[in-house]
């Protein structure tokens, strides 16, 4: 391979007339810049330098080389000062994905926050309920109910995720309230998918368990979608206790079962492992860990 890193060296010595000043200016030996324009006039075929004891002068094959090499230095030196820009200014776009409820409910206030907090940071955010492969999209944070099973990924743990099964108080003066996840076979469900796949209902109390799998005459893939079917007395639904909190408390839902229901999810921010992280992730990380009292009391907070 041809020493292209002579180049700027060469249009260094050219600029200071001197191969000593040149080296003594980037830190390297005499030796190593004499030998390195040595091997690039032998890789062009020609001598670039005419060099005497007191001075320097360039010959016709340098004077044509010259202004490629000073193209190339100052090209070189654009790089370097461009990556040192970003790596003490908080620059770029930062590539989030959520699902899509945690990003109405809560994460949208915060993301305004960040970006008045560092406006030279862009958002790009996937709003999507759908499993991200974060390295094959270039996603550089995603938020996802724990536990993580990719080792490839960091995870932040922000709080615990607070699940209940509620309908309307006038779904229930119809139907009357289930005692037993098994009676929720009798009763109109609302059911979540995401591409197909089911979301779980799973319940356990004094050592019984029990999954619930019916078929449902209602099926959504939207948890906002099932919170207004469920408040217009579609169905009991099962979701996040942080979409239905203030229908809880004003009193518009009531929950049922609750010490049947495991409160066993995480909330995790995970990312990819690497050593060195940009600047804009190393603040979005910062912000992220100030708010995790904020995740606790909108995801986990109890009911009263």
């Keep these: 391979m041809k020493e292209l890193s002579a180049l700027p060296l060469f249009a260094k010595v050219v600029e200071l007339k001197s191969f000593a000043e040149a080296a003594?200016?980037?830190?390297v030996p005499?030796?190593?810049?004499?030998?390195?324009?040595?091997?690039?006039?032998?890789?062009?075929?020609?001598?670039?330098?005419?060099?005497?004891?007191?001075?320097?002068?360039?010959?016709?094959?340098?004077?044509?080389?010259?202004?490629?090499?000073?193209?190339i230095a100052d090209t070189v030196t654009e790089l370097y000062s461009d990556a040192e820009d970003?790596?003490?200014?908080?620059?770029?776009?930062?590539?989030?994905?959520?699902?899509?409820?945690?990003?109405?409910?809560?994460?949208?206030?915060?993301?305004?926050?960040?970006?008045?907090?560092?406006?030279?940071?862009?958002?790009n955010l996937a709003s999507s309920n759908r499993f991200q492969d974060l390295t094959k999209q270039s996603i550089d944070f995603a938020f996802r109910?724990?536990?993580?099973?990719?080792?490839?990924?960091v995870a932040?743990?922000?709080?615990?995720?607070?699940?209940v099964l509620a309908a309307s108080k006038s779904f229930y003066a119809k139907y009357g309230k289930p005692s037993h996840p098994l009676d929720l076979y009798q009763l109109p469900c609302i059911r979540n998918h995401v591409e197909g796949y089911f979301l779980p209902w799973r319940f356990t109390f004094n050592g019984e368990e029990?999954?619930?799998?019916?078929?449902?005459?209602?099926?959504?893939?939207?948890?906002?979608?099932?919170?207004?079917?469920?408040?217009?007395d579609a169905g009991i639904c099962y979701l996040p206790y942080s979409l239905l909190r203030d229908s809880i408390q004003?009193?518009?839902?009531?929950?049922?079962?609750d010490e049947w229901i495991p409160q066993d999810r995480t909330m995790l921010l995970v990312y990819p492992d690497k050593r060195h992280l940009p600047l804009k992730s190393q603040l979005f990380l910062k912000f992220i860990r100030e708010k995790r009292e904020e995740f606790k009391k909108k995801l986990s907070?109890?009911?009263?």
């Design 30 to 71: 005499t030796t190593t810049v004499s030998r390195k324009i040595q091997q690039l006039e032998h890789d062009l075929g020609g001598k670039l330098l005419n060099r005497s004891t007191r001075s320097l002068s360039l010959t016709e094959l340098g004077t044509q080389v010259l202004p490629k090499a000073q193209l």
């Design 24 to 27: 003594r200016q980037l830190n």
């Design 145 to 153: 109910l724990g536990p993580l099973h990719d080792s490839n990924l």
């Design 156 to 163: 932040l743990t922000l709080s615990p995720v607070k699940y």
């Design 250 to 257: 004003n009193g518009e839902v009531v929950t049922v079962l």
């Design 210 to 232: 029990v999954e619930f799998n019916n078929q449902s005459e209602i099926i959504v893939d939207d948890f906002n979608v099932t919170k207004e079917l469920a408040l217009h």
């Design 301 to 304: 907070r109890p009911l009263n």
């Design 86 to 123: 970003m790596a003490n200014q908080p620059i770029g776009t930062l590539t989030i994905s959520a699902p899509k409820a945690l990003s109405q409910d809560l994460l949208a206030p915060m993301l305004a926050e960040f970006r008045a907090l560092y406006p030279t940071i862009r958002i």
